[in-house]
């Protein structure tokens, strides 16, 4: 396992996220922790740990004295430190599921159809990042470097600098942003973009998303003085300098790479595989979310059978879907849709012995994940939207043997890294994905290990521990540059409130660029 240089400097790092890296289980009345799995908590969970640092974020339950005790009896098991913040019923169901989910993550997925902008909502959503802002001040000490993750939590920032914290804040954002014209139809747009710039770093995905925020940010205050390089922009706003980057995520690719090579796996995968009735196994994997572009795809696999006969009884697409979100209507929806098309499309085409889809409506252990990616020839992923679509990355670590096809959207933020190794797609274009899908069929063997040798070296360089080592650099780089220039808005008037007179300017000066004429 890559490891990383952090611990050279011993300062402390405070992580805060909507959800806290662990899962709490009931089972039969008794209360269990199970440690969350991503990427992202293997490469963050040794600096916290190193450091004495801090990760704050809801345990996805209410903060009981139960839970409390858990959680202190896992921090001293697992020498960890995490912090629970509770958050009400009536929080969830506005600032979570409505806010965040409903209004911010559609529109940042350019699904404006989708979105519900609620007053209400949006105030649950101030006032819980509010709190948020404050259990970090009760629990931050001099010299931490502070470190917001997504789309939940954009304001937490205007509070700590509300509360004269000067700490230096980070914030990475884990799914698109959207331009302009998309992003101004939200009511609070002014404080979206004034949160985001109450932070010294602002991480994004990739260029285009960066290149989305420096503009909606210019488009807002024509003033502001934006500065683009190859890795990042500077974004000069009054006396202070905020550096906003692009920082592709990633996964510990040596997990997936070497768990897909255990005899465990082996067997799993030799299982699939003899189980499989056609020759070549395609799959998708995705949380059962709209942006995904799952029914694109089953409509596009359709049209390859139909176009491609020779397909039907050859290829098999396998779909893992792990539940998400069910309890807001747009995701009962897609779960119908998906169901109803699985129906028809097998009831079109199936034989005697072979069926088209083969539909897992469920979440997997990492063994059986392992054993689908390695048994599949090639990897469906066509997301309509996505910040970046980890499994992509996953799908290449574990194609030990290179002899796999990706076929991927060009709206994954993963196709920036992964473009020339994979077969591109246009979800939106039936006809298009179809024949990419006849085409990864056919191809041959020295073609595939061409591409796959490729994918898997751009994934084995940039893993997840380059990317938390990159990030943080580029953190304590903006917190020197900030502190030659800065003096922070705590102390000054605050980043809103100059947002809002900036937009009022341009307005009273009229006919400025952020308008459609
Ligand atoms: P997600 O939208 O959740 O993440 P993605 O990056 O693809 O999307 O990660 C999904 C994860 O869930 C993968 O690790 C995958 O293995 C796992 N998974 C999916 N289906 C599963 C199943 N049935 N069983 C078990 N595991 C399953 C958000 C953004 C992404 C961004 C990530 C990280 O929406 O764009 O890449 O954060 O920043």
Redesign the pocket.
Known sequence: MSGITWRRSKRRLLVVSNRLPICIKSDGGRMEIQSGS?GLVTALAPIIRNTGGVWIGWPGCEVTSEVERLISDYNIENLFNLQAINISTEEVENYYRGFSNEAIWPLFHDLLGQCKFEGEHWEYYRNVNRRFAEKIVESAEPGDLIWIHDYHLILVAHYLRQMNVQHPLAFFL??PFPNYDLLRRLPWKDHIIGGLLDYDLVGFQTRRDRRNFCRCAKELMPSLDIKAYYRHSNVRFGRREIKVGNFP?SIDFSEFSDGAQTEEVEKEANYLKQKCQSKSLMLG???L?YTKGIPERFLAYERALEKYPELRGNICLLQ???PSRSHLSAYQDIRETLEWMVGRINGRFSEFGWQPIQYIY???SRTE?LGFYRASDIGLLTPLR??????AK?FCASTVDNNGVLILSEFA?ASEQLSKGAIMVNPYNREETADAIYQAFHMDLAERERRMTLLRSEVKRNDIFRWVEWFLSSFRESEREGAASAIHPANSQSVRSRVESAVMESIKNGGNSYTDD
Do not use: K, Q
């Not at 996505?386 to 499994?391: A, I, Q, Y």
């Open positions: 991503g884990h799914i995520i994997v995705d949380r979310d893992l879907a792990v469920r979440s997997v994940l996505d910040g970046m679509n980890l499994v996953e933020g």
